[in-house]
């Protein structure tokens, strides 16, 4: 897919909370041996004052910083999340508020499970790609939520970043093309009034992450008769790192061109905004003519991918707001898994 009009990211921002306990603290309190293999080192964790709307806020008001432009000529933001705040209120707008995007623009909240985030940044290439909109906002927030004692609390962790779309000729990126590949594969799940959701363990794999993410990387790579090569950089959602190198090896891409994109063994799986946190870390270090491949996965299931090319302008406005490696190294850990259920509200009382 391409939009009639040359768009581009005209601004990028991330956000990671400080918290962070260690997977091993978890894998203690659960009997688990001390030499047991798990799926990351370490997960991201919201403090008491976090939610996804207050770090949504962060990482948008990083992408106003970078991208130069006054909040005014925002026409949209959405924010793509499976873990906000209020059942019925939308987030997009407290986000909008806080930015000073109101009130003349449109907002409204996207849920599709881990790729939430990218379907945003869909959207808004479209606003902007056709003529409706001068710029558009694109957020991918999680502080996603995991049952005690199940597997997904080892990486369901919190954080997320935020792309704001523009004409290609103040980009830091253009976009090229873009392309999504969507069926009803139900791997991963929460139903009303549960807590926690669920998930197709072995299902995830295949045919859910794995199908998707190929066939949605394929379909844009014969689209623009390129081959893993032609790019510098590729990212891909990142639920663990055994996905990430397989999907990569997969399709012919090397873990050279991964490597900084692949930011889930020190955060967990920020969920919709996972894939996200990994293009702007790639944004950080790319330099003006690189291209860059990125490719979400969301359960439910779809992948959407496109395909970038950095900009002249991309290195000196990356300076304006916090790296993604800043976030990484700002970081205060978690040393007891009872102090980690209190500050997640872990521990239910009624």
């Known amino acids: 897919m391409r939009t009639s009009r040359e ?3 005209t601004g990028y921002g991330a956000c990671i909370p400080r918290p962070r306990i260690a997977a091993r603290v978890i894998a203690a309190a659960w009997g688990r041996p001390a030499d047991s293999r798990l799926p990351v080192l370490e997960k991201s964790v919201p403090s008491a004052d976090e939610d996804t709307v207050t770090m949504a806020i962060e990482a948008a008001r990083g992408a106003l910083l970078r991208a130069r432009v006054p909040p005014a000529s925002i026409r949209a933001v959405w924010v793509g999340t499976e873990s906000k705040p209020y059942a019925v209120k939308p987030s997009s707008t407290i986000v909008a508020e806080a930015i000073g995007a109101v009130p003349w623009v449109s907002a409204a909240d996207l849920e599709f499970a881990c790729k939430a985030g990218s379907e945003a940044m869909q959207a808004a290439c479209a606003y902007v790609g056709s003529g409706m909109a001068e710029h558009a906002l694109a957020i991918g927030m999680d502080a996603a939520q995991s049952k005690p004692g199940d597997a997904l609390e080892f990486t369901a962790a919190a954080g997320g970043a935020a792309f704001l779309f523009g004409p290609s000729s103040t980009a ?17 799940f929460r139903r009303q009034h549960m807590h926690y959701p669920e998930h197709g363990h072995r299902f995830t794999g295949e045919p859910a992450y794995f199908r998707h993410s190929f066939e949605a990387s394929r379909g844009l790579l014969e689209e623009l008769g390129r081959k893993p090569s032609d790019y510098r950089w590729a990212v891909f959602h990142q ?23 692949a930011v889930v063994d020190r955060i967990g799986n920020t969920y919709s905004g996972a894939s996200l946190l990994g293009l702007a870390a790639v944004l950080d270090v790319a330099r ?38 800043d976030y990484l190294a700002r970081r205060h850990p978690i040393d007891d898994y009872g102090r980690y259920l209190r500050t997640t509200r872990g521990i239910r009382l009624v």
Do not use: M, W
Request: proline share 7%.
């Open 7 to 9: 768009v581009g990211i």
């Open 172 to 188: 830091l990126a253009v976009v090229e093309a873009s392309r999504s590949f969507v069926t009803d594969t139900p791997d991963f």
């Open 239 to 261: 639920p663990n790192p055994k996905f990430v190198r397989r999907i990569a090896a997969d399709l012919g891409f090397d873990e050279a061109q991964i490597g900084p994109g």
């Open 288 to 325: 003006s003519g690189d291209r860059i491949f990125f490719c979400s996965y969301g359960s439910g299931a779809g992948s959407d991918a496109f395909s970038l090319r950095a900009a002249p302008g991309l290195e000196e406005a990356r300076g304006a707001a916090p790296a993604v490696a």
